[in-house]
């Protein structure tokens, strides 16, 4: 079983809807949750970072932490077409550990 | 000015040929990454290493050698290059091993292997 578990998608979408991203994670020690924004042969970049449980938000984007479900989201508000990239969610036990990737999720916004 | 910066953006190689991947920073960073992104998009970690210390050594053929002359590059060499090393490279760097959760990531190196 894979430490965190993220739906590939393709998600694709009409402009102006909301999205709703999320992984699912097994190792209860993670403490660190990171959403990552990946557009087409770029490198990933950081989009949202939240210690622990609850949400953080940033503009059109929230991101949110369940530890007792063991369960992230990000949301979107508002999708733009320059919203479409893979998002990928990350997860770290301490601040000095490895990130454990999902395996991302393909988004499309619609004009 | 490009942040991490690697080179070459793309190899096409056959295999058994030995090849090597260079990556730069620019930021003053610490620690710096080697990831493996396969065809499905899967970002794995394959090496890390703080101040040219290594600290992450994943499960990788020992055919990959990482190197860091100093903490502004890390180079990744691998030896007998097999057709399942084809995948994306990507060379990542943080401010510090503390600050791991903001990494910044070069362009990715497209590796092919025939």
Known sequence: Q??????????????GAIVSLNCTYS????????????????GPELLMYTY???????????????????YI?????????????????????TSGSRLTFGEGTQLTVNP | DTAVSQTPKYLVTQMGNDKSIKC??????DTMYWYKQDSKKF?????????????????????????????????????????????VYFCASSRARTGAYEQYFGPGTRLTVT
């Open chain 1, 2 to 15: 894979k430490e965190v578990e993220q739906d590939p998608g393709p998600l694709s979408v009409p402009e």
């Open chain 2, 43 to 87: 970002l794995k970690i394959m090496f890390s290493y703080n101040n040219k210390e290594l600290i992450i050594n994943e499960t990788v053929p020992n055919r990959f050698s990482p190197k860091s002359p100093d903490k502004a590059h890390l180079n990744l060499h691998i030896n007998s290059l097999e057709l399942g090393d084809s995948a």
């Open chain 1, 73 to 93: 989201s990000l949301f979107i508000r508002d999708s733009q077409p320059s919203d479409s990239a893979t998002y990928l969610c990350a997860m770290m036990v």
């Open chain 1, 52 to 70: 622990s449980s609850g949400n953080k938000e940033d503009g059109r984007f929230t991101a949110q932490v369940d530890k007792s479900s063991k």
């Open chain 1, 27 to 42: 190792n209860s020690a993670f403490q660190y949750f990171m959403w990552y924004r990946q557009y087409s042969r770029k």
């Open chain 2, 24 to 29: 730069e920073q620019n930021l003053g960073h």
